[in-house]
C-alpha cells in the first residue's frame, strides 16, 4: 500500500473531530506548512479545517524568526487553520495549542511535557516540540513541531545543546499521525470555548501546565532585558514576572528559563 495512503488513513482513523483538521493534506516534502497554509488561505484555497502534514521542510520556521530543523521523518511537522474567531481571542490560540498538544503528548507517548512560556513544550529542561501561531486575514494558522526520533548527536550537530526528542526521553517510537491527530482532537474543544467567550478554564489548565511559573526567567526585548521570578499566568494569558522593581505582564517575545545548563 501506499505510504502516503497509510500515514493519512492512520491519522483520520485517529481524529474525532468535528471540523478541526477533517481536510488534511500530506507532502514528503514542503519549505513550511505554515508558510503553505498562509499562502492557501490568502489565495482563498484553504477549505474548513484545512490541515498540511510533511515529512520533511526545507525552510521550517520557528518563533522570533527562527529556524526550525525538520529532517525527514524524524519529526511531526504539521500545521492546521484554526476557525474565525473573534479578533480579541486570537492571542489566545497559542495558549489553546499548547495546552493541546501537551496532553496529547501524555496520551499518546505517556510524557508530562510542561510548557515554557509563551509555548515551548519541555521534558527535564529540555525543548520537545515547539508551536508557532501566525495571524493571516484574521485567522491563526498554527504550526507545531514534535521531535519524535532524533538521537543525541542530532542536536549536536544542530547546536541545540536544550533539545531532545520522544526517542531520547521515553526510549519510545511514537505514530507522527496519531500524535498529530490526538493533538487536533484535544484542540477543537479549546477553539469552541474560545469562540465561545469562555476562557477561564483554559488559562487554569495552562497556568497548571506552564513550568515558567515559579522560576527564575529572562524577558528579552529590543529594549532591554528584565530579570526575575515568574509568579503567574494572567487571564489574558501573560505572564507575570517579578523583579526588583516590581511586576511586569509579558505578552510577546523571548522569555528565557534559567537552567542548570545555562538559559533555555
Ligand atoms: C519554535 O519553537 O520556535 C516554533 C517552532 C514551530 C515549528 C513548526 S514545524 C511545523 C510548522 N511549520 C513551520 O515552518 N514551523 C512550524
Not at 497559542?94 to 496529547?104: E, K, L, M, Q, T
Not at 523583579?243 to 534559567?258: F, I, K, M
Request: hydrophobic fraction near 45%; aromatic fraction near 6%; glycine fraction near 10%.
Amino acid at each position: 500500500m501506499n505510504e502516503s495512503f497509510t500515514y493519512l488513513a492512520e491519522y483520520l482513523s485517529a481524529l474525532h473531530t468535528r471540523e478541526l483538521g477533517r481536510a488534511p493534506e500530506l507532502f514528503d516534502t514542503l519549505d513550511s506548512t505554515n508558510a503553505y497554509l498562509k499562502r492557501e488561505h490568502t489565495a482563498g484555497r484553504a477549505p474548513a479545517g484545512a490541515v498540511a502534514i510533511a515529512l520533511r521542510q526545507t525552510a521550517g520556521r520557528g518563533r522570533l524568526g527562527r529556524t526550525w530543523e525538520s529532517i525527514p521523518g524524524a519529526g511531526l511537522y504539521f500545521s492546521l487553520l484554526a476557525p474565525r474567531l473573534p479578533m480579541e481571542r486570537l492571542s489566545l490560540v497559542p495558549v489553546a495549542v499548547g495546552v493541546a498538544a501537551a496532553a496529547a503528548l501524555q496520551e499518546i507517548a505517556e510524557v508530562t511535557a510542561g510548557i515554557k512560556w509563551p509555548n515551548d513544550l519541555i521534558v527535564s529542561d529540555r525543548k520537545l516540540s515547539g508551536i508557532l501561531c501566525e495571524g493571516v486575514l484574521g485567522r491563526a494558522v498554527c504550526g507545531i513541531g514534535v521531535n519524535l526520533l532524533q538521537d543525541a548527536a542530532f542536536f549536536v550537530r544542530a547546536e541545540l545543546p536544550h533539545g531532545t526528542s520522544l526517542l531520547l526521553e521515553t526510549g519510545r517510537v511514537v505514530s507522527a499521525p496519531r500524535l498529530a491527530a490526538e493533538i487536533v482532537n484535544r484542540l477543537e474543544p479549546w477553539l469552541d470555548e474560545l469562540s465561545a467567550g469562555k476562557i477561564d478554564a483554559l488559562i487554569d489548565r495552562f497556568r497548571e501546565n506552564c513550568v515558567s511559573i515559579g522560576r527564575e526567567v529572562r524577558a528579552i526585548s529590543p529594549t532591554g532585558e528584565l530579570a526575575g521570578i515568574a509568579v503567574d499566568v494572567d487571564a489574558e494569558g501573560r505572564l507575570v514576572i517579578e523583579h526588583a522593581d516590581g511586576c511586569t505582564a509579558v505578552s510577546a517575545g523571548e522569555v528565557q528559563l534559567r537552567t542548570v545548563r545555562g538559559y533555555l
